[in-house]
C-alpha cells in the first residue's frame, strides 16, 4: 500500500496537502469523498485510531446546517459515523494513512514528515 490521501479536491486545505506532498517528492493516492464515499468500515477504522470525534469537522458549512438532533447524534460513535458517509464533506481533511496503517489527520507538515522519516 503507498500512501494514501482521503478528502475533497476543492477544499483549500487539500490543496495545501497536495502542494507540500508535491514540494516534497511524495508519492501518493488520492480518494475523493465526492466520488468515492467513505464506508463505515473505513471510518470506524480511523475512529479506532484517533476517535470518532476528531474525524468530526466542526467548522465548516456541513456541521452548522445539521438539524440540532443531528448534532446530538455525533455524540455517539455509531451514529456519527453512520452520518459522516452520509456528509463525508464534514469529515475533517485530509486524513493521510500511511502504509503502515498509521494516519495524520488534517494538514500537520512536521507530522507528515515525521511520519515518513
Do not use: H, W
Request: with cysteine; aromatic share 10%.
Amino acid at each position: 500500500m503507498k500512501l494514501r490521501v482521503y478528502g475533497i479536491k476543492n477544499c483549500d486545505t487539500m490543496k495545501k496537502t497536495f502542494s507540500f506532498l508535491e514540494a516534497e517528492g511524495i508519492v501518493y493516492e488520492f480518494i475523493d469523498y465526492k466520488k468515492q464515499s467513505p464506508d463505515i468500515s473505513l471510518l470506524s477504522g480511523f475512529a479506532d485510531k484517533v476517535g470518532f470525534e476528531a474525524l468530526i469537522n466542526k467548522k465548516g458549512t456541513t456541521y452548522r446546517k445539521l438539524e440540532d438532533q443531528e448534532k446530538t447524534d455525533l455524540e455517539y460513535k455509531s451514529k456519527a459515523i453512520a452520518l459522516l458517509t452520509e456528509k463525508s464533506s464534514m469529515i475533517k481533511r485530509p486524513i493521510i494513512e500511511f502504509p503502515d496503517g498509521g494516519i495524520v489527520l488534517g494538514f500537520e507538515p512536521e507530522q507528515i514528515k515525521e511520519r515518513l522519516g
